[in-house]
């Protein structure tokens, strides 16, 4: 995530035991660099003038409330000025814009998924005991959609290590990894997300333009043979590959790494504050030329 947030694109070559859990665990934590605070419950925050200028009908959008968990998900219609009161017409009803913030959801969500349907109630999970985990306010992080990590690899075994729970201290009640980098799979829709999963055996070329156009600060390939297939998609301006040693295709993935890196145009170090590499993990990063993962 520093590398994304200096600007420089370039790989981190994470070589690994096994492949548990480690997608998810970087996930975790390019959300957590990545996320910037939206909720703002005082009147200076409100965001009606933005909402204002968006297409009336045109926009799938998700309003997060500033008092409880109960928000929606439905069409812009407008944003109106009714009874002196500013507020948002979604799905056929009108929601006062002092007690929401709006999302606007994008790729991949599809307008089309949601036309002719009214206003969908949607609660926001926030999992208790969780804030001294998350990076802001449980509503505004639980709420507000933002691709800030794509992972592609075995989507389903992703979905299952990310039910792995953690926990703050010994006193507080355990979290699923899935709470944090809140990933969902490319093809569900309307839900509050942090991070998308691509399947790995789908043709790179059919997910480059929509991924990369939503600009999320890093692309995990999860698996060795991922690797070998996406390594050149070039999705994010990180990309951090994770390969098994014990892997039938970790010789070739290892080979498709040392090709990329001839053309680097410089190695880089690990970030200053990082704490020390487990024993059995070995890291490589390097600065990418245009056009190069």
Same mark, same amino acid.
């Given at each position: 995530?520093? &590398? ?43 965001? !009606? ?46 929601? %006062? ?9 994008? =790729? %991949? ?34 709420? !507000? ?34 709470? &944090? ?11 509050? !997300?942090?991070?998308?999963?691509? %399947? ?29 297939? =996406? ?28 090709? !990329? ?24 990063? =390097? ?7």
């Amino acid at each position: 995530m520093e &590398l994304s947030l200096q600007g420089v694109s370039g790989t981190v070559a994470v070589s690994v035991p096994a492949r548990e859990f480690a997608s998810g665990l970087v996930g975790c934590g390019a959300v957590y660099a990545a996320f910037e605070p939206q909720l703002d419950a005082s009147p200076q925050g409100s965001q !009606f003038s933005s909402a204002a200028r968006l297409e009336p009908g045109s926009h799938v959008v998700r309003l997060i409330p500033t008092r409880n968990t109960a928000g929606f998900v439905g069409i812009l219609n407008e944003a109106v000025s009714k009874h002196n009161c500013e507020g948002y017409s979604v799905g056929g009803g009108w929601i %006062p814009a002092d007690r929401y913030r709006m999302d606007v959801l994008r =790729w %991949p969500d599809d307008p089309a998924d949601f036309m002719g349907q009214r206003r969908t109630l949607e609660h926001i999970d926030i999992p208790s005991d969780a804030d001294g985990l998350l990076p802001g306010a449980p509503a505004d992080f639980c709420g !507000f959609s933002a691709l800030h990590c794509a992972i592609v690899g075995n989507v389903a075994a992703i979905q299952q290590e990310s039910e792995t729970l953690i926990a703050t201290s010994m006193v507080s009640q355990p979290v699923p990894l899935s709470a &944090l980098f809140r990933p969902r799979a490319v093809h569900q829709k309307g839900r509050q !997300f942090r991070s998308v999963l691509l %399947p790995a055996r789908e043709d790179p070329e059919d997910y480059r333009g929509p991924v990369a156009g939503r600009k999320p600060r890093v692309v995990v390939l999860d698996g060795a043979a991922t690797v070998c297939r =996406w390594l050149g998609a070039g999705m994010a301006p990180v990309t951090v590959a994770l390969v098994e040693r014990t892997a039938a295709s970790g010789e070739a993935a290892a080979g498709i790494l040392d090709r !990329f890196r001839a053309r680097r145009l410089q190695d880089l170090p690990l970030p200053e504050g990082l704490a020390r590499v487990p024993a059995g993990i070995e890291v490589l990063a =390097w600065q990418s030329r245009a056009g190069n993962s």
